[in-house]
């Protein structure tokens, strides 16, 4: 097949095109790595603008005098936020797919040594316990070898892994306690407001920084070897 980036021949049983080093189905990977992308950015809209709303809610709540509190004024107030969380947490799943189809072929791709099989690329997110600590440790994994880098570069890589999955997991407790909180009395709403607020914020840092992720391997993987 030619290649898509300079027109050579590529031989059916090599990846690479041998003029360039551009991989053989370069345009359909970064087509993927954009549809992920895009998703992540609409789910880190999202969140942001949730965040934002329930942020407005801060003060007047806060104002009102304890005597006068209405936990059912409260109550339906917040439980549009409730809602949005969970449609958040689909369209999370939905980005969530589409990521392991594009994890799976970037795992593929990838020249360096790589601890575990590709099967752990979907095994590791559903195995109790170990979907804790496998999924970041292959993203880093793929990423360090998609390229030739050095200790520090490699290390910044994996402060970036880390921040990203302490986020979305955090993002996930913190949205679940939103909707648990109950509003009985004003410090409670107070409370629910909060980890409302934090929930969102946590789950569009996550968003961002997969986003991060996806573009810094998906480019390293399209261009040429020595990039």
Not at 114 to 142: D, M, Q, T
Not at 161 to 189: C, I, K, N, P, Y
Request: charged share 15%; glycine share 10%; hydrophobic share 55%.
């Amino acid at each position: 097949m030619p290649c898509g980036l300079c027109g050579d021949i590529i031989p059916a049983e090599v990846t690479r095109c041998p003029g360039c080093g551009a991989w053989a189905r370069r345009r359909d990977f970064r087509a993927l790595g954009i549809g992920v992308f895009m998703l992540l950015g609409f789910n880190a809209f999202m969140a942001l603008g949730s965040g934002i709303s329930l942020i407005r809610l801060v003060r007047p709540l806060a104002s009102v005098p304890q005597d006068s509190y209405d936990e059912a004024v409260t109550g339906r107030t917040l439980a549009p936020y409730a809602d949005v969380f969970v449609i958040s947490e689909v369209l999370a799943g939905v980005t969530g797919v589409l990521f392991l189809c594009w994890l799976w072929r970037a795992y593929g791709q990838a020249e360096g040594w790589i601890s575990r099989g590709r099967s752990w690329v979907v095994l590791g997110w559903f195995l109790p316990i170990a979907n804790l600590w496998i999924p970041p440790r292959l993203v880093h994994e793929i990423w360090a070898a998609s390229g030739r880098f050095h200790i520090l570069q490699r290390h910044r890589f994996g402060a970036l892994v880390t921040a990203w999955w302490v986020t979305a997991l955090s993002s996930v407790l913190l949205m679940e306690g939103f909707r648990a909180a109950d509003t009985e009395t004003l410090g409670d709403a107070l409370l629910a407001v909060h980890l409302g607020i934090a929930g969102a914020a946590a789950l569009a840092l996550a968003a961002t920084l997969c986003m991060a992720l996806v573009f810094q391997i998906t480019r390293l993987q399209v261009g040429h070897p020595e990039d």
